[in-house]
Nanobody, 127 residues
Framework: QLRLVESGGGSVQPGGSLRLTCMVSERNLDGYGLGWFRQAPGKRREGVSCMRLSDGYTYYADSVKGRFTISRDNAKNTVVLQMNSLTPDDTGVYFC????????????????????WGQGTSVTVSS
């Protein structure tokens, strides 16, 4: 069974950076998508950035474009979210998720379709 474990959350001041890492338990994920989602208090879970492993296609939410970068480290079997220029609006619990091939392209837009999630890591941006 595919398992995901996030790490790297914490508290930073506005303008700061954090690097989130998602450890993936399996390597044979042909056609899968891996992505990052977040949920702020009182708000629904939203897709932040996702990657389709077959061709490296990436998606970024408008609110994070130019500030966040998703990447995969094949040697370590992780997916990383580098977050720069953080603002208080980036505060929330960040989750890693995996999507089978059928939904890998749209996974960031329809998180309700996904059933493989990590436990989440908390990010707080505050002065």
């Amino acid at each position: 069974q595919l398992r995901l474990v996030e790490s790297g959350g914490g508290s930073v001041q506005p303008g700061g950076s954090l690097r989130l890492t998602c450890m993936v338990s399996e390597r044979n994920l042909d056609g899968y998508g891996l992505g990052w989602f977040r949920q702020a208090p009182g708000k629904r879970r939203e897709g932040v950035s996702c990657m389709r492993l077959s061709d490296g296609y990436t998606y970024y939410a408008d609110s994070v474009k130019g500030r966040f970068t998703i990447s995969r480290d094949n040697a370590k079997n992780t997916v990383v979210l580098q977050m720069n220029s953080l603002t208080p609006d980036d505060t929330g619990v960040y989750f890693c998720a995996a999507s089978p091939p059928a939904t890998s392209q749209s996974m960031c837009l329809i998180p309700a379709l996904l059933d493989t999630w990590g436990q989440g890591t908390s990010v707080t941006v505050s002065s």
